[in-house]
């Protein structure tokens, strides 16, 4: 039994922040930030719109891709920094909002690798004969936890949420492999230090904006590739396939030099990695589903093809799924 991703959906909010938009609020230009990082716009979500928004308009778009309804889900996963809320999960409204009452619902938290690890529980689950179709979300407001005084981070999020449908299938296509990492040696890279137990919200936290993401820019970039090449080794290892077996590439978008980087070291040409975040920044957990509905939904993606989705994060944490389509 494999698991096989039937239907994908994706949504962004219609505002669109532009880095010309920034140069009006911050010490910064478009070309220093096309130069260092690739992004042009990205989209910000509306004071009225939570995650739990852009996660259901993905949904019910993934949704009717499948051409399944929600009382059809037995398992709905949101991968998440960005939660409406510290409880109850973000899942469970999605849940609710979907009326999927026969769906178990949780959100999991490992930053931008987040739809990946999603990803690997939704087929472990389907594996193991616990579920049979499960939904997969990739959703953040990345807006609410930047620094907007700081432009070496405010610069590279936005906003969107990408959403799979996974269901159990005995043919070839599905989830080939996947792999997942973490080290918490590297936890200081990227992180928000305040809010939770450690450091709870104060007047102080929100005077010094503990509450927004910090980043070790450099030392992101070094492990962000390394690790990402690696990780994608593995998992072609594990398949017994090389990467001239792969058709198209998903990873993480983070930053465009990482992109090539990743490329190079992989050696592949850039036309077979998807690139939008020119368009939409790195959009953490939202990242690799929003390109993979795109690619989907443009013909990038045929019956057959194997797809290697590649994701990088706070925690730190990696991974890599190939996906027969």
């Known amino acids: ?29 478009d070309r220093w930030i096309v130069e260092r990082t690739g992004i042009r716009e990205r989209r910000i979500a509306h004071s009225d719109e939570a995650t739990s928004d852009l996660a259901v308009h993905a949904a019910e778009a993934a949704l009717s891709m499948a051409g399944i309804g929600a009382d ?9 920094c960005t939660p409406d809320m510290p409880f109850p999960s973000t899942a469970c409204i999605v ?23 999603a990803l690997t529980v939704a087929e472990q ?33 936005g906003d969107g949420a990408g959403a799979v449908v996974v269901r159990a299938s005995s043919g070839r296509a599905g989830i080939l492999a996947s792999r997942l990492h973490s080290d918490g040696a590297f936890c200081d890279l990227i992180r928000v230090p305040g809010g939770g137990s450690a450091l709870p919200i104060s007047e102080q936290v929100l005077a010094d904006r503990l509450n927004t993401i910090q980043m070790k820019g450099n030392e992101t970039f070094k492990v962000a ?48 990695m998807a ?16 390109a993979l509905d795109e690619a989907v939904r443009m ?27």
């Open 275 to 290: 690139v939008n975040l020119d368009r939409f920044g790195n959009m953490s957990a939202a990242s690799v589903p929003v």
């Open 95 to 117: 849940q609710d909002r979907l009326k999927a009452a026969g769906a178990a619902a949780f959100d999991l938290s490992a930053a931008c690798s987040g739809f990946i690890y």
């Open 1 to 29: 039994m494999r698991a096989k991703i039937v239907g994908t959906g994706a949504y962004v909010p219609l505002k669109i922040l532009t880095n010309l938009d920034l140069e009006r609020q911050i010490e910064t230009t």
């Open 125 to 157: 689950s389907i594996r193991s004969g616990a579920y049979r179709t499960v939904l997969v979300i990739g959703a953040e407001v990345m807006s609410r936890i930047v620094n907007w005084a700081d432009r070496n981070t405010c610069i590279l999020f």
């Open 225 to 272: 590739v390394r690790t990402m090449v690696e990780v994608a080794q593995e998992s072609l290892d594990a398949c017994g396939l090389k990467i001239s077996d792969i058709a198209y590439v998903i990873p993480h978008q983070a930053n465009l030099r990482i992109l090539r980087a990743i490329a190079e070291r992989l050696e592949i040409s850039m036309e077979k």
């Open 299 to 325: 013909g990038r993606i045929g019956r057959g093809d194997r797809v290697l989705l590649l994701a990088f994060g706070s925690g730190l944490t990696w991974g890599a799924s190939i996906v027969q389509w």
């Open 72 to 80: 059809a889900l037995d398992l709905i996963i949101v991968a998440t």
